[in-house]
Structures are given as structure tokens and as C-alpha cells.
């Protein structure tokens, strides 16, 4: 079996401050893992994901993500975050088996502040 | 990317009444696609997977006679709320996953909002 924790709820930054939003996961198996961002009335949509290879992930809008073995984590961080940022972020894993169903996390709502 | 449809994206319907909802792969073809449903403030919780050609396999706890799902072709799926209650007003999401090199990545959905009077 697969979970996700998202460790933080909300995250409230100041407009052109870094953030980091802290997913750590749990598997006893290889996994895949996605960051997904979903805003208002919508549907998700891919920020970046982990499939092998470097531990440094960098997706769209300037985010990156590290995955850490050891920690079981998969971080995401952006240096600088935007008013239009401002949205409810989701950690996901997967086994990545075919036709294998993704794990969410509880989500983690970011809130960009000028 | 790959594109998934839904609709529509709103529905308000009396208690007591059905709603279907379709989700649509536009550009793939998708022989397996994700039913979730969404409550306010909430993670997206998997109702169920739809496989083309053959039933839908139901997580615990949801109602296989309440939400009926069908998969007929390799880009359509439908959810249909049979009998819909004012506590089945939520937002539904489908996903599906393209096969070959981009196994292993879900696109979902816009996301159907259902309230039920």
C-alpha cells in the first residue's frame, strides 16, 4: 500500500518569496510521484513528475521538485512565487504499474500575498 | 499535452433525478479512466476505475448501483448518479492515462460540480 502526507495545510507567502510545500510519501515498492496543481473549479493540471532518473525534477511555472530516497520526500520548491501561484497544490504517488491508480495527499493550499 | 474533456462542467439537478457526466481522452485513446470526487477543502478521493469493454472496479465504500459508470469506447467514459441526494452534491474529476511512453502520467479532467436541491 501506498500514502502520501502533506505536511502542511496552508502556506502563506509574500509575493517574489521562495517556497517550499513538504510532501513526504510511503511504499514498498519503486514509485512514481507528481506534483499537481489545481486552482479554483478546476481540474488538475501537471506541474512536474518523478519517473526515474535525476532526483531534480523541474516542471512548468519555474517549479522543481527533489526527490529523496533516503527521506522518502519529494519536495516542491519555486524561488519565486507570483500572486497567480496562488492555488491548492497535491502530492501524488504511484506504483507505476500499468493501469495503477495515483495516491493524493490531503493537499497543501498556497497563498500568495503582495 | 494530452487532453481530457468533461462535461459539463456544472449541473444542478432536483433530489430524486439522475445526472451524467462524460469524460473524454480528445487526443488518445484510453483504455482505462479514474472517477473522483472532490469535497470542499478536501483531497480528490478515487470512486473508481473504468476499464474499457468491461466493468468498472468500485473502491469500498461507494455504491456501485448508485454511481454507474461505462466505458464503451476507448475515449469516452460516463458517471451517471442515479437517484442523486443533496449529500451527492460534490465536484467530479476523471482522469485517464495514455498508454506507451507516457505510462505512468494521469491528465485529468476540468472537473464537474454537482449540486443536488
Known amino acids: 500500500a501506498q500514502s502520501v502526507t502533506q505536511l502542511d495545510s496552508q502556506v502563506p507567502v509574500f509575493e517574489e518569496a521562495p517556497v517550499e510545500l513538504r510532501c513526504n510519501y510511503s511504499s514498498s515498492v519503486s514509485v512514481y510521484l507528481f506534483w499537481y496543481v489545481q486552482y479554483p473549479n478546476q481540474g488538475l493540471q501537471l506541474l512536474l513528475k518523478?519517473?526515474?532518473?535525476?532526483?531534480l525534477v523541474k516542471g512548468i511555472n519555474g517549479f522543481v521538485a527533489y526527490f529523496n530516497k533516503s527521506q522518502t520526500s519529494f519536495h516542491l520548491r519555486k524561488p519565486t512565487v507570483h500572486i497567480s501561484d496562488t492555488a491548492e497544490y497535491f502530492c501524488?504517488?504511484?506504483?507505476?504499474?500499468?493501469?495503477?491508480?495515483?495516491?493524493f495527499g490531503e493537499g497543501t493550499q498556497l497563498t500568495v500575498n503582495p | 499535452g494530452a487532453v481530457v474533456s468533461q462535461h459539463p462542467s456544472r449541473v444542478i439537478c432536483k433530489s430524486g433525478t439522475s445526472v451524467k457526466i462524460e469524460c473524454r481522452s480528445l487526443?488518445?485513446?484510453?483504455?482505462?479512466m479514474f472517477w473522483y470526487r472532490q469535497f470542499p477543502k478536501q483531497s480528490l478521493m478515487l470512486m473508481a476505475t473504468s476499464n474499457e469493454g468491461s466493468k468498472a472496479t468500485y473502491e469500498q465504500g461507494v455504491e456501485k448501483d448508485k454511481f454507474l459508470i461505462n466505458h464503451a469506447s476507448l475515449t469516452l467514459s460516463t458517471l451517471t448518479v442515479t437517484s442523486a441526494h443533496p449529500e451527492d452534491s460534490s465536484f467530479y474529476i476523471c482522469?485517464?492515462?495514455?498508454?506507451?511512453?507516457?505510462?505512468?502520467?494521469?491528465?485529468f479532467g476540468e472537473g464537474s460540480r454537482l449540486t443536488v436541491l
Open positions: 482522469s485517464a492515462r495514455p498508454g506507451g511512453h507516457r505510462a505512468g502520467e494521469l491528465f
Open positions: 518523478y519517473l526515474s532518473g535525476s532526483t
Open positions: 487526443d488518445f485513446q484510453a483504455t482505462t
Open positions: 501524488a504517488v504511484s506504483d507505476g504499474t500499468r493501469g495503477s491508480r495515483l495516491t
